[in-house]
T-cell receptor
Framework: ETGVTQSPTHLIKTRGQQVTLRCSSQ?????VSWYQQALGQGPQFIFQ???????GRGNFPPRFSGLQFPNYSSELNVNALELDDSALYLC????????????FGPGTRLTVT | AQSVAQPEDQVNVAEGNPLTVKCTYS??????LFWYVQYPNRGLQFLLK??????LVKGSYGFEAEFNKSQTSFHLKKPSALVSDSALYFC??????????FGTGTRLQVFP
């Protein structure tokens, strides 16, 4: 088990609502990356935060936004939820901007109805 | 475009037999390659990585992977499969300094 934790474990929301997912990184790690894993697919990179600044972003619309806090924990916010946002959201932590290893949390399963 | 392909949706193998899970990549520059495993209702667990050096990389739980530059492949292998190895396996390549690009995954089923 990694030291990366995510909350909540499961979440059900209605289309159009907003959701916030949380991630606590492994001790000593200052970089957090977020991925979306749709059913039957590999994870897709959403964005990465390094020392509280966005360090890179994948092909996701602006309604996906994030924050990283001084303790390096992170939030993923999704506005105006769509049915296609239903997925497993994975958080991964690492040390530094160019770390070769990312340690993943167990994920948050989001269902949008 | 940089990408990773896992050509097999599922691999079936008998316990005790060797296993191979295939991965090919397409990247510009030197590839940084990874294998992760995902058990049901769990996140991804890191198995091994290739950055540079020996083409045969050893990782966790007895897994190894062979980097082949001419064939742009990075196949995952294990000499003797266990039933507990049954899981979903993802190959990934790092792009730039920030993101991993994952394949679509291969489900490994090890039969007793």
């Amino acid at each position: 088990e990694t030291g990366v934790t995510q909350s909540p474990t499961h979440l059900i929301k209605t289309r159009g609502q907003q959701v916030t997912l949380r991630c606590s990184s492994q001790s000593g790690h200052n970089t957090v990356s977020w991925y979306q894993q749709a059913l039957g697919q590999g994870p897709q990179f959403i964005f990465q935060y390094y020392r509280e600044e966005e360090n890179g972003r994948g092909n996701f619309p602006p309604r996906f936004s994030g924050l990283q806090f001084p303790n390096y924990s992170s939030e993923l916010n999704v506005n105006a939820l769509e049915l296609d946002d239903s997925a497993l959201y994975l958080c991964a932590s690492s040390f530094g901007q160019t770390s070769y290893e990312q340690y993943f949390g167990p994920g948050t399963r989001l269902t949008v109805t | 475009a940089q990408s990773v392909a896992q050509p097999e949706d599922q691999v079936n193998v008998a316990e005790g037999n060797p296993l191979t899970v295939k991965c090919t990549y397409s990247v510009s520059g030197n590839p940084y390659l990874f294998w992760y495993v995902q058990y049901p209702n769990r996140g991804l667990q890191f198995l091994l990585k290739y950055i540079t050096g020996d083409n045969l990389v050893k990782g966790s739980y007895g897994f190894e992977a062979e980097f082949n530059k001419s064939q742009t492949s990075f196949h995952l292998k294990k000499p003797s499969a266990l039933v507990s190895d049954s899981a979903l396996y993802f190959c990934a390549v790092r792009v730039g300094t920030d993101k991993l690009i994952f394949g679509t995954g291969t489900r490994l089923q090890v039969f007793p």
